[in-house]
């Protein structure tokens, strides 16, 4: 064995030995707490626009903070506005129909009826003396003076001026009457099918403008001024940034000492020194893998519980997706069994 080869053995076994010392002579980790490794996650909602028509305007952009109510997008409205001066002329329409239904016959259409009546009466008996007078013609000169033909065409005209006269009389009736309560309902329910339209066309109006259900921040605009908007596209994505928290996996040995609002605290790679204060406020039930994402020092296939820890981040330094180190105060065995 050369020179050269025998100082490579003696460093590796320094290296080894030097190794070797440091693990067995590290000291134990703090049996009161446990350190955690995780990402930063909040709720995100997609919006979009109820209606499908043209964007005709979007007021935000990636990254501004928009509050509960706020507009931040709006349709080309001009049709849906055409449309509600349409359903309101008809309900116009409708409303005098009813008026004119409730309100009954004038005094000027039952005189006219009263007339009309009159007319009648006047030519039924005008053709009942017609037929009179041939009748008796005939009897008194034992129908030679007076045809057979002459006296049925007598006896038609009076049957058609009867007839005449009970139609008016009838006419006369429904006049004085007034409409019926079907027809009444009937109206009325034309009358509130137009305003339950124009109810619904005003109601898709206001949805033209598309507001922020809740305050966020917007991570991503989908749609641009001229698209066509529909219920199927997102015009936005929102980032829920109230409440906030850090997801993190702990092994089932720690899961016993680990309770819901348990006190935790947050620190970032981009700031270490710089806490953020939190709490555990949830733990999975359900065991998992353990996520690629996550580094612990056992091994990846271990099984794992889910846990959040809800942070009070008021000056907003976390974001979503930032890798995080979570450090919890571990109860006690006897704490953790009450």
Do not use: C
């Not at 013609?137 to 058609?160: F, M, N, P, W, Y």
């Not at 259900?213 to 066509?228: K, Q, S, W």
Request: hydrophobic fraction near 45%; charge should be neutral; aromatic fraction near 4%.
């Amino acid at each position: 064995m050369n020179k050269k080869s025998l100082i490579a053995l003696a460093v590796v076994v320094l290296a080894a030995a030097a190794a070797g010392a440091w693990y067995f002579g590290r000291s134990p980790a703090p049996s009161d707490r446990i350190v955690l490794y995780g990402n930063v996650d909040l709720r995100q909602v997609s919006l979009a626009f109820s209606g499908s028509e043209r964007v005709a305007e979007l007021a935000v952009r990636e990254g501004d903070r928009v509050r509960a109510g706020q507009v931040i997008g709006r349709l080309d409205t001009r049709t849906l506005a055409l449309r509600v001066a349409q359903s309101q002329a008809r309900i116009g329409v409708q409303e005098q129909a009813l008026l004119r239904l409730k309100t009954g016959s004038r005094p000027e259409e039952i005189a006219q009826a009263e007339a009309q009546v009159s007319a009648a009466q006047a030519d039924a008996e005008l053709a009942a003396q017609q037929l009179a007078r041939l009748q008796a013609i005939g009897q008194s000169t034992a129908g030679r003076a007076v045809s057979q033909q002459d006296l049925e065409s007598a006896q038609a005209r009076r049957k058609v001026a009867q007839a005449q006269l009970d139609n008016a009389r009838k006419a006369r009736q429904l006049v004085v009457s007034g409409p019926r309560k079907e027809d009444i309902g009937q109206a009325q329910a034309q009358l509130e099918a137009a305003r339950a339209e124009l109810a619904l066309m005003k109601h898709e109006l206001e949805e033209a403008e598309l507001k922020a259900p809740i305050d966020a921040v917007v991570r991503a605009r989908l749609l641009e001024p001229g698209d066509l908007a529909s219920p199927q596209r997102p015009a936005f994505t929102l980032a829920i940034t109230d409440p906030k928290w850090v997801r993190a996996y702990v092994a089932e040995p720690d899961l016993g000492r680990i309770q819901a609002g348990q006190e935790a605290s947050v620190s970032t790679d981009s700031q270490p020194d710089h806490a953020i204060a939190g709490k555990v406020g949830y733990i999975a039930s359900v065991a998992e893998f353990t996520p690629k994402t996550v580094q612990t020092e056992e091994l990846r296939s271990s099984l794992v519980y889910e846990i959040r820890v809800m942070v009070d981040d008021r000056e907003d330094r976390l974001r979503l997706g930032m890798p995080a180190t979570v450090t919890l105060r571990l109860a006690s065995s006897g704490t953790a069994g009450k």
